[in-house]
């Protein structure tokens, strides 16, 4: 069995696993380096996300290598080094819109100078976005947020359950900025991310700096964005960076789980501000949304699937958009271990 099949396996069941902002900042980049007996070398693309894997998710990670190999592993982390192509990853990463195409690395949260965009994902743009009744509303606004940032719908706020496609849009929103407008600049992050920098630059005394990089910018989007909820110093410190940005008209797009009326623990000064502009919802795709998602990915992949087995698979996966994908995934990586057809049959034996 090759290794990165294996790796190719694991990372599709840790997609259906982890939310998609957890599994974008964490392991999207990954790639797996050297397979010795039972240890298993990851390559990470710098420090802070070495030392996220190894506290949060080396458990999960060898719990999902061993189901996949049949035996108990062990899995360390390195850093890659700074001349490892990008290109490289996509020989391990999921079955997805486009092979991931050289992009800036950067620390996390880090922003340069003009132009700089930061922890944007190129594999997330409008065009490979399926768009359909679920969705047609964020899609619509998205779109015109990236036409006239600071403007239109400023903050736009993104809500939905997990894998509707909330990051993509956020990611197609970050991408299409910095194509049009290439002297802005653009911060993607997660809630927990602005939050661990936070309390980081506290303990360092770089407060200065941490404010810099997040409101001497042009665009900003936060996913997850309820996890700030019960964090009061948090919530104190995001409400000043809303601020800074909203007042200089700079555009602001936040995503959460739910809208800002139902997250509870929210202060009422941040919630009144998140409804300043819109608020629109994604909903789980419709059968026909998702069979159109299945044949999307399948192209992209070359991959050799069947009417019927797509149908097969859009009607077995119903939630969401992740999980379907991970199902994908999951067959392709099976089919190709075991140098086999992908089937009906397979697919019922992968997904039962």
Same mark, same amino acid.
């Given at each position: ?171 197609? /929103?970050? %991408?299409? =900025?910095?194509?049009?407008?290439? $002297? +802005?600049? #653009? ?117 050799? /699937?069947? %009417?019927? =087995?797509?149908?097969?698979?859009? $009607? +077995?996966? #119903? ?34």
């Amino acid at each position: 069995m090759d290794a990165k099949q294996v790796w190719r396996a694991a990372l599709g069941e840790l997609q259906v696993s982890l939310s998609p902002a957890n599994f974008e900042t964490w392991l999207r980049d990954t790639q797996l380096i050297d397979v010795d007996e039972q240890r298993f070398r990851i390559a990470v693309p710098n420090g802070f996300a070495k030392d996220w894997l190894e506290n949060r998710y080396r458990s999960l990670i060898s719990q999902t290598l061993a189901r996949i190999v049949g035996y108990s592993v062990q899995v360390e982390f390195a850093i890659s080094p700074s001349d490892t192509p990008v290109a490289e990853v996509a020989d391990v990463a999921p079955v997805g819109p486009s092979a991931p195409s050289p992009q800036v690395r950067l620390e996390p949260g880090r922003v340069g100078g003009e132009g700089t965009t930061a922890n944007l994902n190129p594999r997330y743009t409008f065009a490979n976005f399926i768009v359909g009744s679920a969705n047609r509303l964020a899609h619509a606004a998205s779109l015109s947020v990236a036409e006239r940032p600071g403007h239109a719908y400023n903050p736009l706020f993104l809500y939905g359950g997990v894998g509707l496609g909330k990051t993509h849009l956020m990611h197609a /929103i970050g %991408s299409q =900025v910095a194509a049009k407008f290439p $002297r +802005k600049r #653009v911060v993607y992050a997660t809630s927990e991310k602005f939050t661990n920098e936070f309390i980081t630059s506290i303990q360092q005394g770089k407060i200065d700096e941490f404010r810099a990089r997040y409101r001497r910018i042009d665009l900003l989007l936060i996913d997850d964005i309820q996890f700030i909820a019960d964090k009061e110093r948090t919530q104190e410190e995001f409400f000043h960076t809303f601020n800074a940005i909203h007042e200089d008209g700079k555009q602001i797009v936040l995503s959460s789980d739910r809208p800002p009326k139902a997250i509870l623990t929210l202060e009422e000064r941040l919630r009144s501000r998140f409804e300043w502009g819109l608020i629109a919802d994604l909903t789980a795709p419709d059968l026909e949304t998702r069979i159109a998602i299945l044949r999307a990915k399948a192209e992209v992949g070359a991959v050799p /699937i069947t %009417s019927d =087995v797509v149908e097969f698979v859009a $009607r +077995k996966v #119903v939630s969401n958009i992740r999980e379907l994908e991970g199902a994908l995934n999951r067959i392709v990586a099976y089919a190709s271990m075991g140098a086999m057809p992908i089937s009906i049959e397979l697919a019922q034996a992968v997904l039962s």
